[in-house]
């Protein structure tokens, strides 16, 4: 159990409850002193082992005087030591001093447990006539005089009115002692209840945290056997593709019309079959971090145009104009080359694929500047003093007259797999693959990728690639 | 429980359980009201928000006993709202006792499983089983419209081992009859465990009659153990009797 339950259980069971932490002690003395002042009896208020906690009213001069006499002061200290070792039960008693005046000794209950003892006196009921014979047996040498004027000048009260101020004081304190210690359970439940609470989001975050990490592992799992499983499909793949393309130029005897179509189409089908292994095996490098970049200076305009002119056979197939425009003077750009030319091809031939006969489609490059701090969002520009200059950028625009991709789908397109649903693009064939590469080898670059619309009609891909060389980072 | 060897005192911790709006603080105030001064503490009632127990209620009892072994009650109410969870958890931790507080409106049947499985979850995680804790229910509110028969539940109680109450806690009717169920099943459940009747010499007979008496109650002790539907708990009461 902990100590804060623990000490609810104490709390609530009412066992150990101790008279200061239920009252402070601050209002224990103004409670004292305003019983003096109401009354005019000395009290003393005495914790439930004896300490005293609050005291009212000076000593009566009589017993200032007295203590100065050697037998007085001895039989004054026999009463006080009686006094406080009377035991008034659940009540309170009275007990008789040498000088006439009494003290009044009376628990402090609460929930039928003493809690503590307050002490009234001493007190006179009415001044004596004479010196009492106890106080001249102590002191046989007493002067009477002085000691008839200092007992007159004694806190007078009567029995009767000293029991109502006790019943009156004992029934205060109850109301007190509970207000406290309801305000005591309170804040300990509060304490409990916030402990409760946090402990057991602490054990939803270690279930959380526990799954997360085996989903993490699971995915990881993923990314290998799909590594392995596309290398090791790409070996005999490639046997094949070998051997019907030997069928297919009549290597193993010349063919007939309808078998050299047939063994085409195998040829044709492998090479789809071994495109899509290629992406699935590049993409599994990525997801698992293990591609790694080889990067050297290189010319974007060098690269766009490799592209270009790669796919023009294609562009004019489809009757798509094809064009690549790039600023002159374009600083030169650090990256991996093969991997940059595999993002512009991807990006251009999803613009071929679905830009409509008559179309065009341009690729084109212009110096810019890359915000340093990861953030996209352009009006966040609080504190920018604090962070690093903006880097010096190339951008990429890839633009087309297609179909377009409608606002809520472009965050989707670069998932692996995801298609924008529509029978326009299901006819264009794919697997969807392209654009989770190439996200990942921007992302490879530090850069960034997003898209727009080409206003009236089709796509804008644009890429921005920082031009950060060697020795930078 | 608690045992005092020193001051000869045994402090007792009762839990009244329950779905929110059940009863729990209305049977509570009606055992207070019931009580006689000499025997009731204040009633404290923890921070409510609209009346809504938001922490606990808890009625101090104290009973005189025998044996120089004197008996502290303390009964608790728990919040009924889904929302206090962890300090129902809190609350009834350490219980010896619990009495669960069913409303006996058809529409709150759902209400009624779902707090007593939670209950169930709760003794669970503090480490115990339901099973052995001495456990009474009563259905209350059965001055409402549209409520579960007495014949329903009367066989439903013949087929469960908790005895089973009907009450009325606004009318204070069949309020101190299920706490003095709840009473006598801790008692012999403690007594099982610590042998308290030997050990201190004591009369639980005298120790029940004392409380009922306290409580207010007129008729018998067998009267009184009898009154919970199909009064299961008054037949083992004689048998207990004749027994020991
Ligand atoms: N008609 C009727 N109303 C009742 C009865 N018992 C309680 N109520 C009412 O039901 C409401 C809720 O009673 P409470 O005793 O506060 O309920 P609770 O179980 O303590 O509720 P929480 O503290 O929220 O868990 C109050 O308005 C009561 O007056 C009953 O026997 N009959
Ligand atoms: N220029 C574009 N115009 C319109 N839609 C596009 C364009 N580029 C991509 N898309 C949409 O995004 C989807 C995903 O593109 P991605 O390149 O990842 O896959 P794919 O081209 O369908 O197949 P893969 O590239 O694997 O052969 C496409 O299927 C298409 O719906
Ligand atoms: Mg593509
Ligand atoms: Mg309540």
């Known amino acids: 159990m902990s100590d804060v339950t623990q000490r609810l259980e104490e709390l609530t069971l009412g066992t150990r409850l101790r008279l200061e932490e239920l009252i402070p002690r601050e209002s224990l003395v103004d409670l004292t002193a305003s019983y003096h002042e109401l009354f005019g009896v000395p009290l003393k208020v005495f914790d439930g082992s004896g300490k005293l906690l609050a005291e009212a009213g000076p000593a009566p001069s009589l017993y200032v005087w007295l203590a100065s006499l050697r037998g007085a002061r001895a039989a004054l200290e026999y009463v006080v030591d009686h006094v406080k070792q009377l035991d008034p039960g659940a009540g309170d008693v009275s007990y008789p001093c040498v000088t006439g005046a009494s003290y009044r000794v009376s628990a402090i209950q609460y929930e039928g447990r003493r809690l503590g003892r307050v002490i009234f006196g001493p007190y006179l009921g009415a001044v004596p006539a004479e010196v009492p014979p106890e106080l001249l047996l102590a002191e046989p040498d007493l002067d009477p005089a002085r000691a008839l004027a200092l007992l007159a000048e004694m806190p007078r009260a009567r029995e009767e009115t000293i029991t109502q101020v006790v019943a009156h004081l004992r029934r205060g304190l109850e109301i007190i002692l509970f207000s406290g210690h309801k305000a005591l359970l309170t804040s300990n439940m509060h304490l409990a209840s916030v402990k409760e609470s946090f402990k057991e989001l602490q054990a939803k975050n270690q279930s959380l945290q526990e799954a997360f990490d085996r989903l993490k592992e699971l995915d990881r799992l993923k990314s290998n056997f799909l590594a392995t499983v596309s290398h090791e499909l790409r070996t005999p793949l490639t046997s094949i593709i070998g051997y019907s393309e030997m069928l297919h130029e009549g290597l193993a005897g010349e063919l007939t019309g309808e078998q050299r179509d047939f063994v085409g189409t195998i040829k044709e089908k492998g090479e789809q079959l071994l495109e899509l292994i290629k992406g699935l095996l590049d993409l599994s490098k990525l997801e698992s971090g293990t591609m790694s970049l080889r990067k050297s200076e290189l010319s974007i305009a060098e690269t766009l145009n490799e592209v270009g002119s790669t796919l023009a056979p294609a562009a004019r197939k489809k009757n798509v104009a094809l064009s690549v425009q790039v600023s002159a003077g374009l600083p030169r750009l650090w990256g991996d080359a093969e991997r940059l030319r595999q993002v512009f091809l991807n990006l251009t031939e999803n613009a071929l694929k679905f830009t409509p006969v008559g179309g065009s489609v341009t690729l084109s490059a212009t110096a810019t500047e890359l915000a340093a701090t990861a953030t996209e969002d352009e009006e966040d520009d609080d504190g920018a003093v604090f962070f690093a200059a903006k880097r010096p950028a190339l951008q990429v625009r890839v633009t087309d007259t297609g179909i377009g991709i409608p606002e809520a789908e472009r965050s989707k397109v670069f998932d692996a797999f995801y298609q924008v649903d529509g029978s326009s693009t299901r006819e264009a064939g794919g697997t969807g693959l392209g654009l989770s590469i190439v996200k990942r080898l921007v992302d490879g670059h530090d850069g960034t990728i997003s898209i727009e619309s080409n206003e009236p009609q089709g796509t804008v891909f644009v890429i921005t690639l920082p031009l950060q060389r060697a020795g930078q980072r | ?244």
Do not use: C
């Not at chain 2, 009762?14 to 009633?43: C, F, I, M």
């Open chain 2, 1 to 244: 429980m608690q045992l005092d060897f020193v001051a000869r005192e045994l402090t007792i911790k009762l839990v009244y359980y329950g779905p929110a709006l059940s009863g729990k603080t209305t049977n509570l105030q009606a055992l207070h009201k019931a009580a006689d001064p000499e025997s009731s503490g204040r009633l404290m009632t923890l921070e409510t928000r609209d009346d809504r127990t938001l922490f606990f209620d808890l009625l101090p009892l104290t009973f005189k006993g025998t044996g120089g072994l004197s008996v502290r009650l303390k009964v608790f109410t728990v919040p009924g709202q889904v929302i206090h969870a962890s300090t129902r958890k809190l609350v009834v931790q350490g219980a010896d006792g619990v009495a669960f507080i069913a409303d006996s409106r058809t529409s709150e049947t759902t209400n009624n499983a779902t707090a007593f499985l939670d209950l169930k979850q709760n003794v669970k995680e503090s480490g115990l089983k339901l099973k052995q804790l001495p456990l009474v229910i009563q259905f209350n509110k059965r001055d409402m419209p549209d409520i579960r028969s007495e014949e329903e539940l009367a066989e439903l109680a013949a087929q469960g081992r908790e005895p089973v109450y009907l009450a009325v806690a606004t009318r204070g009717e069949g309020v101190v009859e299920t706490f003095m169920g709840l009473l006598y099943l801790t008692w012999t459940a403690l007594d099982a465990a610590n042998d308290l009747n030997k050990k201190f010499d004591f009369d639980e007979a005298a120790l029940l009659r004392e409380v009922a008496g306290k409580l207010g109650y007129q008729g018998s002790l067998e009267q009184l153990l009898g009154s919970s539907v199909g009064g299961v708990l008054g037949q083992r009461w004689l048998a207990r009797k004749a027994g020991g």
